[in-house]
Structure formats: C-alpha cells, structure tokens
C-alpha cells in the first residue's frame, strides 16, 4: 500500500477530531459536532481511497467500462475493440457491459473526464456521496428517534468499516453499492421533508431519487415505497385520497428516470440485455458464479458488517417493534432492515 506512511497521521487526526466531536455532541452542540463528523469521515475515506492502483474484481471492471464511457456515454463497453470473438454471456469478457445499471458508471466516466483517468478521479463521487451519506444519516436518525440517536446514526455511518472499504473500491460491488446506498437515504430524506412540508416537490425528489437508485443497482430500490407510506401515513397530515395522488406522483417521477435505460439497452442491444434480465430473479431462487452458502449466510454476514453484538440490538429493536406494531416508524425501520 503506497499510502501506509499517511496512516498513523490520518488515524491520530481522526481521533482527536471523534473526541471533540463527542465533546460537543455531549453538550448538545450537534451543528460543529457533525460538522466534525463529517470531516473525519471525509479524511477516513480520502485516505482509504488513495491506493494507486485498481482493485482486483469489481473495480476493475467498473473502471473500464467507465472509462470506455468517456468516449462513448450511450455504448457501454467493457472491451471496447473486440478483436477476438467473445460470449455475450460472459460479463468478464464481454463486448456491450449492461451487466449493471449505468449512473454510477456515468458518474465515474463524468469525474474521470473532468480531472483525468486515475483512480481518485474513478473514487471521487463515492467519496463525495458517503461523505454527504454522514449528514444524511444524522437528518434520518434524528426524525425517526432524537438527535441524539442522529448523532450516533451519523457516527456508525461516519466510521463503518464496510462503507470505508466500498468507497475504496476495495469490496465488491464497490461503487454501485455506494451509489445505490446513497439515493436510497437521499430518497427517504425527501420523503421525511415531504411528510414535513406537504410540498409536491419533496414528493418528486423522493421519486426522482428512486429512479436513480434503481438505476444504480435495480428494483431493491423499491424498498424506499413501504419506508415512504409509513413515513407520510404517519404524518397524519394526508388524506387516504391525498396520499394516493402523491404515491402515483411519486412513481411517475420513479418511472421517468430508470425506465427510458431500459427501454434504450433492448432496443439496441437486445440480446445483452435480455440475458442479463433473466438474472433478476436467478439471484432469489439460484446459486449463481459459485457463490453458494447456507440459507443464513446474510444473517451471519451482518457481524461482519455491523460487529459481532450487532444480534442483541437488532433483536430486541424487533421485538419492541412487535410489541408495538402500530408504531409506523418504528415498523418503517424493521421493514428498511
């Protein structure tokens, strides 16, 4: 790692700037609290991702076809001059890669044409949107409980191992994950400010927001439709008429951001597209590429992810959950786990 002599320096910053944080956050000063958070969060993820070279599997991938995008937005390539014959099955040896949704892939493309093909160019716009992520988490952590538990939202997210690594590139699947992450938070956001405000705007930018998550990793992005009829029905501030006329708003704004993409890759490159379609819901029901396990393979992941008390919390916040199952925030959180 080139980076290691900056370690020691970033880590000594870092925990002076958590202590202060801590400091301030204990006397109720969220504003410079978080501020602090945010910054470093920002230094954690700046130094992670200054490795000089691409990491191996995903990152790779995502690096060529972005980078093939520069010269072409609207033709994804993986090998950009197929000179030997290849399977369009095949996403590691590929010609057209509709293998993932295009936004993150764009948005390297963008930030690589702006300040040159390298790898901090390819990891800026993860940097940038997990950074952002830290506040994010502070504002849904704070509506959903107190700012306290904000505070301590925003913390986890400011120091989360996982979403560290994934900014890096050095996690599969790297930065669409980070993409993804990002819009779903930023389309419940939107959703909170809409309940607040009962402004159609908020109402659009939570569709919107959505359609981009979908659009960086696919329909788990609905999850944020339960997560915002709980959010508004819990307002008390709409009509069953009401809210049936923003939820169709809502997924018109959706609607118009993914769909176009989809539309587009079959028509043009119908035969790469319907194959990696018929993978949707071969990820549900199949072992697909060898990646087998047993059926609680995600519930062991998660003291991976999250550390190994991670099962006493997330027990007895169920449980409180089914105690009181007419609590709609609560609920909305059991339903986003």
């Known amino acids: 790692m080139n980076n290691l002599p900056y370690s020691i320096p970033t880590i000594i910053l870092c ?16 504003a410079i609290a978080i501020f602090l958070l945010i910054v470093c969060g920002l230094a954690l993820r700046i130094y992670t991702s ?3 070279f691409l990491h191996t599997w995903d990152e790779r991938y995502h690096a060529l076809v972005a980078k093939n995008l520069i010269h ?18 095949n996403w590691t040896s590929n010609h057209i890669w509709v293998h993932k949704q295009p936004l993150p892939l764009w948005t390297m493309a963008a930030s690589m044409w702006l300040f040159g093909v390298n790898e901090i160019a390819l990891r800026l716009p993860s940097i940038i949107l997990t950074t952002i992520g830290i506040w994010l988490s502070f504002f849904i952590g704070s509506y959903f409980f107190n700012k306290k538990v904000g505070y301590l939202t925003a913390f986890f997210f400011s120091i989360n191992g996982l979403i560290i690594e994934l900014t890096g590139g050095r996690v599969a699947t790297d930065h669409i994950d980070i993409f993804f992450l990002f819009f779903i938070e930023l389309a419940i956001v939107f959703s909170i400010l809409f309940s607040l405000k009962q402004k159609t705007v908020f109402n659009v930018l939570a569709g919107v927001s959505m359609g ?9 992005a609905i999850i944020v439709v339960p997560i915002w009829l709980l959010i508004v029905a819990d ?4 009509t069953t008429k009401g809210i049936l006329k923003q939820f169709i708003i809502l997924l018109t704004a959706c609607i118009l951001i993914f769909l176009p993409w989809q539309l587009y890759i079959y028509k043009v490159f119908p035969f790469e597209a319907t194959w990696e379609a018929s993978f949707n819901f071969k990820h549900i029901t199949e072992v697909l590429e060898e ?9 062991d992941r998660i003291r991976i992810n999250y550390g190994e008390l991670i099962y006493l919390p997330l027990l007895w916040f169920l ?11 609560r609920l909305a ?5």
Request: glycine fraction near 4%; proline fraction near 8%; avoid cysteine.
């Open 15 to 30: 925990a002076i700037g958590y202590y202060f944080s801590w400091r301030l956050y204990s006397k109720d000063n969220f």
């Open 50 to 52: 200054s490795d000089f």
């Open 72 to 89: 072409h937005p609207l033709t994804p390539t993986l090998y950009d001059n197929p000179i030997l014959p290849y399977d369009y099955k």
């Open 212 to 220: 981009a998550a979908i659009l960086s990793k696919w329909l788990p």
């Open 235 to 238: 307002s008390g501030k709409f």
């Open 291 to 299: 990646r087998t396990g047993p059926f609680y393979y995600f519930i």
């Open 319 to 329: 449980w409180r959950t089914f105690q009181n199952i007419r609590d709609k925030k």
């Open 333 to 337: 959180i059991s339903i986003w786990v």
